[in-house]
């Protein structure tokens, strides 16, 4: 079993950043592939951004490409999105996901075996 605990979400106005955390507990040794995930309301789970096993390979959906950065620290089992020039759009609920198959972060929902409880982000325009 892993668990997962995001933080770092709130209100920020657009144009604005902010940089969510994910800290992984459990049987971390078995965390492999990393990703964001976001639900706004009435929509389903999206993609955000993934991250390989030691960060070798990152991938983003093509909305927050260029405007968003996840990174890894192993060593704190903890994955990162830092999200920049932050638009209305991107207000959801985000949720850290963990893969113990996948070595490259797959892009669905069911690439991954563990999940967070989510942290809202709102962007007030």
């Known amino acids: 079993q892993v668990q997962l605990v995001e933080s770092g979400g709130g209100l920020v106005q657009a144009g604005g950043s902010l940089r969510l955390s994910c800290v992984a507990s459990?049987?971390?040794?078995?965390?492999?592939?990393m990703a964001w995930f976001r639900q706004a309301p009435g929509k389903e789970r999206e993609f955000v951004a993934g991250?390989?096993?030691?960060?070798?390979?990152?991938r983003y959906a093509n909305s927050v490409k260029g405007r968003c950065t996840i990174s890894r620290d192993d060593a704190k089992n903890t994955v990162y999105l830092q999200m920049n020039n932050l638009k209305p759009e991107d207000t959801a609920v985000y949720y850290c996901?963990?893969?113990?198959?996948?070595?490259?972060?797959?892009?669905?929902?069911?690439?991954?075996?563990?999940w967070g409880q989510g942290t809202q982000v709102t962007v007030s325009s």
């Open positions: 996901a963990v893969s113990t198959q996948r070595f490259y972060a797959g892009m669905l929902p069911e690439d991954y075996d563990y």
């Open positions: 459990g049987r971390t040794s078995s965390s492999v592939a």
């Open positions: 991250i390989s096993r030691s960060a070798t390979s990152t």
